[in-house]
């Protein structure tokens, strides 16, 4: 169902109830030959991207397919007929995604499109791509239930990896059983980022796409800035750079991100950081998935995330919803392309 007169907190909190209705709803949709192999290359920006994203990260030591999201223009390339080429846009209007998808047209690749309508559906209608309609109304972020999950029955009906119903349904009970409890807990997390700057670390591959989820929804919906990045790379280089300007020492609390799968040593590393960093980041925070399978536990942090970024908006004084500066921008760029 789709939301205009729902708050952003409500939205976030409807999750599961959104990944549900997706699963149903691409079960479904007509999607065409199954594709034998990989690599699968998915084009959009922001919210629509973060799916890909998510997939990626689920994949990485499950399933021995390439994911990669492709934000930009152009199509990379490696981009060939094999695999398949996946157009995401909530709106349908985005320009990028638009692009790239029209050159994949170009190529000949295999083609899916997952949007609520737009440019994209009707460029797709008169190519005869396989496209999965989802609700429109939402501000794409918060459509994640649908871009996600919609991408995944995707794949799985299409051959591309095996069937992870039983773990949706697993997200989806996990996800309405703790939300309540997920609420208290971003409350208590919100009020130690206010004024502050979230510095968001993923330790293990399927947790990348979940640091990068909260910078965004922190971007958005908080409209304040956050930094992500993961172990153990973060060890290598940016350790360096910690606490400088001389400002992020007193300001900078770092957010650590931890499932099962990460490795023993990565989580060694976190505790050496903060030793070894010591003195300007005691509100260091550390958080942990939940949930059996790779999938519940990915979206257990989401929406924790998600959560805490709706509480950081109320505590700031600021509305989740609008995101004007997109608008703005996006506005902006449409005019530049009718003066041509
Ligand atoms: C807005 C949002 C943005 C959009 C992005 C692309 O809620 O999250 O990041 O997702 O501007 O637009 P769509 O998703 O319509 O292709």
């Known amino acids: 169902m789709a939301g205009n007169s729902r708050t952003m907190l409500e939205l976030a909190l409807g999750l599961p109830e959104q990944m549900a209705e997706a699963a149903a709803l691409c079960r479904c949709a007509e ?53 398949l080429f996946v157009a995401v846009s ?22 899916l499109c997952i949007t609520s309508g737009g440019a994209l559906a009707g460029l797709a209608a008169r190519h005869g791509v396989p ?3 989802i609700p429109g109304g939402l501000p794409p972020r918060a ?25 949706l349904s697993e997200a989806v009970g996990l996800a309405a059983s703790r939300r309540d409890e997920w ?27 979940v640091a ?63 030793a070894v960093t010591r003195g300007g980041y005691e509100r260091a925070v550390e958080l942990r998935s939940e949930g059996r399978s790779g999938l519940a536990r990915m979206l257990s942090l989401v929406m924790l995330g998600d959560l805490v970024s709706c509480e950081l908006a109320r505590l700031r004084g600021v509305d989740p919803m609008p995101v004007a500066r997109i608008d703005e921008l996006k506005r902006r760029m449409a005019q530049s392309r009718r003066q041509k």
């Open 31 to 83: 999607l065409g030959e199954p594709v034998n192999y990989g690599p699968v290359l998915v084009a959009g920006m922001g919210g629509s991207a973060i799916g890909a994203d998510l997939v990626r990260g689920l994949f990485w030591d499950e399933v021995p397919v390439a994911v990669s999201a492709l934000r930009d223009y152009r199509v990379p390339a490696s981009l060939g007929k094999d695999g």
């Open 212 to 274: 990068e989820r909260w910078r965004c929804q922190i971007n958005e919906n908080a409209k304040t800035m956050c930094h992500s990045s993961f172990f153990p790379e973060h060890n290598h280089n940016e350790i360096v750079g910690m606490g400088e300007p001389c400002f992020m020492t007193r300001k900078g609390v770092p957010i650590g991100l931890f499932d099962k799968s990460t490795h023993p040593r990565t989580a060694l590393r976190w505790r050496h950081v903060l």
């Open 131 to 133: 496209t999965i309609l």
């Open 183 to 209: 609420q208290r807990e971003a409350r208590r997390l919100a009020s130690k980022l206010v004024d502050r700057l979230p510095l968001v670390y993923s330790t293990s591959r399927l947790l990348d796409p």
């Open 90 to 111: 909530y709106s349908g209007n985005t320009e990028e995604t638009l692009s790239a998808f029209s050159l994949a047209l170009k190529r000949g690749c295999r083609t």
């Open 143 to 167: 459509a994640l239930g649908y871009l996600f999950v919609t991408l995944l029955v995707a794949l799985g009906r299409l051959g591309l990896c095996r069937s992870y119903s039983r773990d």
